[in-house]
């Protein structure tokens, strides 16, 4: 883990501190059925993620998070420490996938590599950097990828 | 509007059902400062999803929700019937993207359209649909495009 690279102290990397193949890690968070039921209850009431009986009877075989669910708990992850960027973490977009669903009990972790960082030609002040976010549960199986691009600020003049 | 094409008792379209050019639309949910607050403040807890003041002086330039949350009501509206799916609405993964903002006050409602249907040739049971969901506030503007990869269970044999 590399997140005390070359930190900046007013929060996070700037477009110059990033460079392709540098790894993040995050923190860690504890999903339990309550979160998935309450998630899903707000943006995802299909049976498959409100109720273990009827679950086990569909293609996940049993209570699962929302795929969006995994996206903001992952989402919070890169905030809290594992995408350390000046400015914040401000997606444009990116490609995302499911390959494992979340479960009542997971403990999941982020790991992040940057694969790309372009300076932007109008925007002198700015760039676009790509990251590829894979979330893990404890038993490090992945339960999502996502390949985000960033939009992160250079560092501004002395 | 489509939607009453030829549409499942059960629950929605099997695979037999849809065909590439097929639409659908969504109902509408308005969103509130609050509800940008408190999702943010869960998911996202960064300055320009939780403070006014503050947000003014970001690329936001102004309070904006998450783009997860606009990802998470996207979800319901589809769920909700704008993607009436047999078996219910199971992503496998897709691309997203956030062109703009969504504001304290937007009104939004999401438009699918299929763009293809596969047969899986190791599942007889299912198939593979990819639908383009683009995601409007009230004045007509995208606030996010998903083009997603959705398991759609064939009608079961009568």
Do not use: C
Request: proline share 6%; charged share 20%; hydrophobic share 40%.
């Amino acid at each position: 883990m590399s997140n005390a690279d070359k930190h900046d102290l007013n929060g996070g990397f700037y477009l110059e501190d990033l460079h392709v193949g540098q790894r993040f890690a995050s923190g860690t968070h504890a999903v339990d059925e309550a979160q998935i039921k309450a998630f899903a209850g707000q943006f995802d009431p299909q049976p498959f993620h409100l109720d273990d009986a009827t679950a086990k009877h569909t293609m996940f075989a049993g209570l699962a998070a929302s795929g969006w669910h995994t996206a903001a708990i992952t989402m919070r992850l890169l905030v809290d420490g594992g995408a350390p960027i000046a400015g914040g973490v401000i997606g444009a977009g990116g490609e995302i996938a499911w390959p494992k669903p979340t479960r009542p009990g997971d403990i999941l972790q982020v790991k992040s590599e940057i694969l790309d960082v372009t300076p932007s030609r109008s925007r002198p002040d700015r760039g676009m950097v790509t990251v590829r976010s894979e979330t893990f549960n404890q038993r490090g199986e992945i339960v999502q990828t996502l390949t985000a691009k960033l939009i992160v600020p250079r560092r501004p003049a002395a």
